[in-house]
């Protein structure tokens, strides 16, 4: 910590918490921005060291193994010397855990996949209409072509990443069975790398969903032992629901189907997500911390409404994950940074 930030932390008498060191896979259409905002402020607060990429937005994601190899020479060797991963990264856990200080606690955020995937749907849907740029082959004009393509295709980096399975893509499902889908549907094989996540993720705080994103930062909350202003938010990359598409019934059964790895995926982490809330005492326990988050929440919307209450919704509260990142890296020992990748303009 900085003199300045160490005596200031002395007059105001706040004693210093040290925090764990945090590996979140960041997941997409989930809130996982909103979530990734909420690490990016509290190790800036507690001087924690970032692992940075050198474009501000992937750790070797979509397709190379952590932290990819745009990343590995900036980074300098693994020797237990990051506090916080919060950037897009394949999980996996060994590599993780060679850059990261010992005894990291493992996060990533959960999303129905019938919802994540009609957003997901909507969102690509409408910035590539707004952008005039489109993915290879991937046709988002109708729910009926879109779900033909989603059913035949095979995983193929950026092409597929946002589409095909895409939180089990992230949490590594893809990468262990080497980038096929010839095992989507086999649930002997689904099981045993639902088995191997629990290591990392089965315990309270570890599976946040978004469908009941307050609870489980209440969870994480306690798990880390930060206060609730470090928690505290407001929502990023929200789609006008105005503008969606939705999926008639039929064709959210198709959707959930080719996505069955998601839905495993959701099926398993909603059961523990649960089980370990219980365990924590449930509302009983948790029903007033839980009040007094959406309490804050509702005071720093509206700080954040035009015109802004820059004192109460400073520039940090709102900025993005690659804006952050950016923020990050500017005030790193890393070294130069690079633009993102045009190749891949989705890939962010």
Request: glycine share 6%; charged share 25%.
């Amino acid at each position: 910590m900085s003199a300045a930030g160490l005596l200031a932390r002395l007059i105001t008498q706040i004693p210093l918490v040290h925090i764990a060191p945090i590996a979140f896979v960041k997941t997409h259409k989930t809130a996982s921005s909103t979530l990734a905002n909420i690490f990016h402020r509290l190790g800036e607060k507690h001087d924690a060291r970032f692992v940075l990429p050198i474009d501000s937005v992937r750790l070797g994601w979509p397709d190379e193994i952590f932290p990819g190899s745009r990343n590995v020479e900036r980074l300098g060797p693994p020797e237990h010397q990051y506090d916080i991963i919060a950037n897009h990264a394949v999980y996996d856990s060994i590599q993780m855990r060679a850059y990261l200080k010992p005894d990291p606690v493992f996060v990533t955020v959960l999303r129905e996949p019938g919802s994540q995937g009609s957003s997901a749907f909507n969102y690509y849907r409408n910035q590539r209409v707004s952008s005039m740029l489109s993915w290879s082959g991937v046709p988002l004009n109708s729910w009926d072509d879109y779900l033909t393509w989603l059913e035949q295709t095979e995983p193929h980096g950026c092409d597929t990443v946002y589409f095909k399975n895409p939180q089990a893509h992230d949490m590594g499902w893809y990468q262990t069975v080497g980038q096929t889908s010839t095992f989507d549907n086999d649930d002997k094989m689904v099981q045993q790398w639902l088995k191997d996540l629990d290591v990392d993720f089965a315990h309270g705080g570890g599976v946040i969903l978004t469908e009941y994103f307050d609870e489980g930062l209440i969870m994480l909350q306690r798990k880390l032992r930060i206060e609730f202003s470090d928690i505290s938010y407001v929502r990023m990359k929200s789609t006008d629901e105005s503008e969606k598409v939705l999926p008639t019934t039929e064709q959210l059964r198709r959707l959930r189907e080719a996505n069955n790895v998601d839905v495993k995926l959701y099926q398993h982490y909603n059961r523990t997500f649960w089980s370990s809330w219980q365990a924590a005492g449930g509302h009983a326990t948790m029903g007033v911390a839980l009040n007094k988050l959406r309490r804050l929440n509702s005071e720093l919307e509206t700080a954040c409404e035009e015109p802004v209450d820059i004192g109460k919704c400073p520039d940090k509260v709102r900025m993005d994950s690659y804006e952050y990142t950016e923020r990050l890296n500017s005030l790193s020992d890393l070294g130069p940074q690079e633009k993102q990748d045009t190749l891949y303009p989705w890939c962010t």
